[in-house]
């Protein structure tokens, strides 16, 4: 590319994202695409069912409808485009929102003081550890929202799972970190033969029995309350932790992988799934934001390669480590004992 070809335009776009990134997340919170769920609705309609002002009522959906998240008919009427219908709408069971909710309600303020997080390496988000669970889930509302946004990220990531790992070779299962239990209730779904549960803050307890029973798994799975740093972790022929070691520092995740190593059985695996960044550092940007996201949220998490997964997993006695690309954002390393 020539000097004369080059233009500011992506860095333009790359800097006002966060407009466009904002009017989503807000449509979300507002439960825009919940409202549209039944039918279309005029630009009137909708402006009162999610109970916004008409200053901005007109420019917020036709930007909605700029993004390919509604669409616009000749009369003036809003409508979802498939894509949100499945997945953003409320009452939908592939709503992935939960996660949305809580990045709107918890994560975009503190983004805010991204650099005052570089300058200092301290979060911004208020916690105190290094991770803010127990303050999270004091707020009943808060606790029911991040666990069912959890099982929005977690379900495609365990379907997957479900199909490429040995399960027949293994009885027992425990999800490590497993909120409502989404992980073990799709692999339990899947395969008869397997038994197990999950270990979560005994917070977690009751949305997990609910969502267990939901699904008619409560002979096979269990909760196990429990804090993984205080408390040993149940016995099992697969241990998961998904999403789990990116909140802790690096003696914290070691501490957590020796936990997992111990408590699995002779011939056991060890599977981590993470949004893994590149072994060379270099092209997957939703790592490094991810990696942004826990210096700016906790006290010492952070995000890692596959390849650094792989050495703390040797480092405590894994053998046999492979990484697996599970679905378009997320790996896993699966480590035999
Ligand atoms: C980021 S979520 C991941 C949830 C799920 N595995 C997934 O992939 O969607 C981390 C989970 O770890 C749990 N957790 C955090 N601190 C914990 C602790 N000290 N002991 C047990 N579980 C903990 C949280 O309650 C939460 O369910």
Not at 199 to 204: K, N, Q, V, Y
């Amino acid at each position: 590319m020539s000097a004369s070809d080059l233009t500011p335009d992506r860095l333009v776009r790359l800097g006002f994202g966060f407009r466009e990134s904002k009017t989503l997340l807000s449509a979300v919170e507002l439960g825009v695409f919940t409202a549209l769920g039944e039918g279309a609705l005029d630009l009137d309609d909708l402006r009162q069912r999610v109970g916004i002002h008409s200053r901005g009522a007109r420019d917020f959906f036709d930007a909605l409808v700029s993004l390919d998240l509604l669409t616009r008919d000749n009369k003036g009427c809003y409508a979802n485009t498939p894509m949100c219908a499945q997945y953003l709408d409320r009452t939908k069971p592939d709503y992935v929102g939960g996660e949305l909710e809580f990045a709107n309600a918890r994560q975009f303020g503190p983004w805010g003081k991204l650099t005052e997080a570089l300058r200092t390496g301290a979060p911004q988000s208020g916690a105190r550890g290094t991770a803010n669970y127990a303050a999270y889930y004091s707020d009943r509302q808060v606790l029911e929202n991040v666990a069912r946004g959890m099982s929005g990220g977690t379900r495609p990531v365990a379907d997957r799972l479900a199909e490429c790992f040995p399960w027949r070779d293994h009885n027992t299962l425990i999800d490590i970190g497993t909120a409502q239990g989404c992980l073990p209730v799709r692999i339990a779904s899947a395969h008869a033969h397997i038994t197990g549960g999950g270990f979560d803050l005994p917070p977690l307890r009751d949305l997990f029995e609910t969502y267990v029973g939901q699904h008619g798994l409560s002979d096979r799975l269990r909760f196990f309350a429990g804090d993984f740093f205080a408390d040993p972790l149940p016995p099992a022929d697969v241990i998961v932790m998904g999403r789990v070691l990116h909140n802790w520092n690096l003696s914290e995740k070691i501490a957590l992988l020796r936990k997992a190593y111990d408590a699995l059985s002779e011939g056991g695996a060890l599977i981590v799934y993470e949004r893994l960044i590149d072994d060379e550092r270099r092209t997957n940007t939703a790592g490094f934001t991810a990696s942004l996201n826990m210096l700016v949220m906790t006290g010492g998490g952070f995000d890692f390669s596959g390849a650094d997964c792989k050495a703390w997993m040797k480092e405590v006695g894994f053998q046999r480590i492979e990484t697996t690309p599970l679905t378009a954002v997320q790996s896993m390393i699966v480590g035999r004992k």
